[in-house]
């Protein structure tokens, strides 16, 4: 089940190209009609008006008010339950989910399902089930400091081992013996991070209550391996610190959401609304921001 970590990555862009657009995109809205086309598959259709955003918490759709992403600058990976398809309408269960920064590093899905109110009315979710088979890979580039930003409800219903390899990811790679490899994982219903299989491992003090929707930011930083998490759920925001072995990713080349390539240890019940991946260490402010804009598009 490991991954060849010198697999070539056709679709990884380069690291200077800029994110397709800024904002979020709409709830089911139009393409942009003066957009450019967004893949090569041959679709005339643009991508979405991303500046326009999911409506206010509570209000009607028809009625709501843009949001948009606070912070875009650095921005490698950008998927979104409300825009599975890139503007296109998706499928029941997504074979792929478009990476809305426009980098092309769209991740492959198998064994999962698009629930149109995962996160209440008109906020839907892409569900995986626990299995081995249900998760999206996607390719990912090198880098050194990272920020990952993830909503996510779970019921906890799939938690085996101690170590982190062997516990749910949430979002990360999977490479065991590589010291380069890293995952954003969830412990007994801790938030976890860690670089390698050996070092320091990060999890969190507070533990995410079950069935309930989460935005959680982790923000670190290579050379020290120190990190930040940011957490916001229903009634509370926390923020723990810690550290992790320090040094940048630069293998595996894709990362996974929900699960990984060894089998049920890995695997992750769990709806995801939306999750971005920088290529750098936000500010505490940035990330403040971005969970803000987070908070209210999907009624946390």
Same mark, same amino acid.
């Given at each position: 089940?490991?991954?060849?970590?010198?697999?070539?990555?056709?679709?990884?862009?380069?690291?200077?190209?800029?994110?397709?657009? =800024?904002?979020?995109?709409?709830?089911?809205? =139009?393409?942009? =009609?003066?957009?450019?086309?967004?893949?090569?598959?041959?679709?005339?259709?643009?991508?979405?008006?991303?500046?326009?955003?999911?409506?206010?918490?509570? *209000?009607?759709?028809?009625?709501?008010?843009?949001?948009?992403?606070?912070?875009?600058?650095?921005?490698?990976?950008?998927?979104?339950?409300?825009?599975?398809?890139?503007?296109?309408?998706?499928?029941?269960?997504?074979?792929?989910?478009?990476?809305?920064?426009?980098?092309?590093?769209?991740?492959?899905?198998?064994?999962?399902?698009?629930?149109?109110?995962?996160?209440?009315?008109?906020?839907?979710?892409?569900?995986?089930?626990?299995?081995?088979?249900?998760?999206?890979?996607?390719?990912?580039?090198?880098?050194?400091?990272?920020?990952?930003?993830?909503?996510?409800?779970?019921?906890? *219903?799939? *938690?085996?081992?101690?170590?982190?390899?062997?516990?749910?990811?949430?979002?990360?790679?999977?490479?065991?013996?590589?010291?380069?490899?890293?995952?954003?994982?969830?412990?007994?219903?801790?938030?976890?991070?860690?670089?390698?299989?050996?070092?320091?491992?990060?999890?969190?003090?507070?533990?995410?209550?079950?069935? =309930?929707?989460?935005?959680?930011?982790?923000?670190?930083?290579?050379?020290?391996?120190?990190?930040?998490?940011?957490?916001?759920?229903?009634?509370?925001?926390?923020?723990?610190?810690?550290?992790?072995?320090?040094?940048?990713?630069?293998?595996?080349?894709?990362?996974?959401?929900?699960?990984?390539?060894?089998?049920?240890?890995?695997?992750?019940?769990?709806?995801?609304?939306?999750?971005?991946?920088?290529?750098?260490?936000?500010?505490?402010?940035?990330?403040?921001?971005?969970?803000?804009?987070?908070?209210?598009?999907?009624?946390?």
């Amino acid at each position: 089940g490991e991954l060849d970590a010198g697999a070539s990555l056709d679709a990884r862009a380069d690291d200077g190209a800029a994110p397709r657009d =800024a904002g979020p995109p709409t709830d089911g809205g =139009a393409p942009d =009609a003066g957009a450019s086309p967004m893949d090569a598959a041959g679709s005339d259709a643009g991508p979405p008006d991303l500046d326009a955003g999911a409506p206010d918490a509570g *209000s009607d759709p028809a009625d709501a008010g843009p949001l948009s992403l606070p912070v875009t600058a650095g921005l490698l990976i950008h998927f979104d339950a409300q825009d599975v398809a890139g503007g296109a309408a998706p499928a029941v269960s997504p074979a792929t989910w478009v990476d809305l920064a426009g980098r092309d590093h769209d991740a492959a899905c198998t064994g999962v399902t698009l629930e149109p109110t995962a996160f209440g009315p008109s906020r839907p979710g892409m569900r995986t089930d626990g299995t081995a088979e249900s998760k999206c890979r996607f390719p990912i580039p090198d880098f050194d400091d990272v920020s990952i930003v993830v909503v996510f409800r779970t019921d906890h *219903s799939v *938690s085996h081992g101690s170590r982190w390899d062997e516990n749910p990811i949430i979002v990360g790679g999977d490479e065991f013996g590589y010291v380069a490899d890293a995952a954003l994982f969830l412990d007994e219903g801790h938030i976890g991070f860690a670089r390698g299989s050996s070092g320091g491992v990060f999890r969190s003090a507070h533990d995410v209550a079950t069935g =309930a929707p989460h935005a959680a930011a982790l923000l670190r930083e290579a050379s020290s391996g120190d990190v930040s998490l940011h957490l916001r759920s229903p009634g509370a925001a926390e923020i723990e610190t810690g550290d992790t072995a320090a040094g940048g990713i630069d293998s595996p080349d894709e990362w996974f959401l929900a699960s990984n390539d060894w089998g049920s240890d890995g695997a992750f019940d769990a709806r995801y609304a939306e999750v971005l991946v920088y290529g750098r260490r936000l500010s505490d402010a940035e990330a403040d921001d971005v969970l803000d804009y987070l908070v209210a598009r999907w009624d946390i």
